[in-house]
C-alpha cells in the first residue's frame, strides 16, 4: 500500500471515531447490557450495546468509503453487516469498539476505541482514540507515533508522540509469574484482581502520561493490547515476546491473534523486565 493511501484512510477515520466516541458518551450514563461473551473474568465478559452499535457504525463507514476492504471487529459474531465485507481482501480494517468494556459500563473515563489497518497481513497503523478526554494516540508506518485532539482530527494537525518513563509501575494481565519475578524492582499488579476504580493504571496509553512503564502478559489479544503495543513501539518504546523474542503477531496480524508480550516505555526498561524474567 503507497503512504498517500494508507494516510487518506487514516484520516477517513479519524473523524469517524469522534462520532463514535460522542456517541458513547451519550449513553454512557445509562447503557444496557448486550449480553455476555465467554471469557476468564468480568473484564473479557463484558459487552454493551455501545460495542454493538460502534461496531455497526465503523462498518457502514468502511463498506461506504470502499467495499473491497476486509473488516474485523471484536463484535463480528454478532454483526448483521460482516457478510458483505471482502473476505479476501488485501486490506483489512480492525476494531475494538469499546477497548475496557468493563470500565466502560462501570462509569469510568479510561476507556477507548482502538482501530488498526494491515495491508497483506502486516499491520500498518493502529489509532487509540479516548473520547472523554478526546485524545488520540496513533502510529502509521512511514510517519512513526502521533498525537492529536478530536478538535482537529487529521493527520495534518497531529505531533509527535513519544512514551515517558519513570514510574517504576508495571501493569500484568494473566501473568502472576512476571509478578513474582519484578515485585523487588517494580510496583506491579493485576489489572483485574487488583483493580481499584480511580486508583490503579488500567490503560496502555499511561506509557504516553509517565503513569506506567510496563506491561506484560500471557494470552493477550493482538486486537487491542498487540495494536497498543504497535504505537508503543512508535514512540520510544519495545515490544516483545516474555522471552524478548518479536512479536510476529505484528507481522502477520489476526483480529483473533493472542501471544505472551512484553510493552515498556524505554528500551532501557525493557532490558532490565527481560532480565529479571529471565
Not at 454493538?52 to 467495499?67: K, M, Y
Not at 497481513?121 to 502510529?139: D, E, K, N, T
Not at 501473568?175 to 519484578?182: C, L, T
Not at 496502555?204 to 512503564?213: K, Q
Request: with cysteine.
Amino acid at each position: 500500500m503507497k503512504a498517500a493511501e494508507l494516510d487518506a484512510l487514516v484520516d477517513h477515520y479519524l473523524p469517524v471515531l469522534v462520532t463514535a466516541g460522542d456517541f458513547a458518551r451519550t449513553i454512557q450514563g445509562g447503557v444496557h447490557s448486550a449480553g455476555q461473551k465467554s471469557g476468564p473474568n468480568a473484564w473479557a465478559e463484558a459487552v454493551t450495546d455501545a460495542d454493538l452499535a460502534i461496531q455497526g457504525f465503523v462498518e457502514v463507514a468502511t463498506l461506504a468509503r470502499d467495499s473491497r476492504l476486509g473488516f474485523f471487529g471484536e463484535e463480528s459474531a454478532q454483526s448483521s453487516i460482516a457478510r458483505y465485507f471482502n473476505p479476501d481482501a488485501a486490506t483489512v480494517i480492525y476494531l475494538d469498539p469499546v477497548n475496557g468494556t468493563f470500565l466502560y459500563q462501570s462509569q469510568q473515563d479510561n476507556w477507548d476505541i482502538i482501530l488498526s489497518i494491515s495491508h497483506a497481513g502486516r499491520l500498518l497503523a493502529s489509532i487509540s482514540y479516548m473520547p472523554v478526554s478526546g485524545q488520540f494516540y496513533l502510529a502509521v508506518e512511514h510517519r512513526g507515533a502521533l498525537t492529536g485532539h478530536r478538535n482537529s482530527p487529521s493527520l495534518a494537525s497531529m505531533h509527535a508522540l513519544h512514551t515517558q518513563s519513570g514510574s517504576r509501575v508495571c501493569l500484568t494481565y494473566q501473568a502472576p509469574d512476571v509478578m513474582q519475578a519484578i515485585g523487588n524492582h517494580y510496583q506491579a499488579f493485576d489489572l483485574v484482581a487488583d483493580y481499584r476504580p480511580g486508583e490503579t493504571v488500567d490503560n496502555l496509553n499511561e506509557l504516553f502520561t509517565g503513569r506506567l512503564d510496563a506491561f506484560a502478559c500471557h494470552g493477550g489479544d493482538l486486537l487491542d493490547w498487540g495494536a497498543m503495543g504497535y504505537i508503543v513501539s512508535h514512540a520510544g518504546g519495545v515490544c516483545s515476546k516474555l522471552d524478548g523474542t518479536a512479536l510476529d503477531g505484528l507481522q502477520n496480524f489476526s483480529g483473533e491473534g493472542q501471544s505472551d508480550m512484553l510493552v515498556s516505555a524505554s528500551p532501557a526498561i525493557h532490558r532490565q523486565i527481560l532480565s529479571l524474567l529471565n
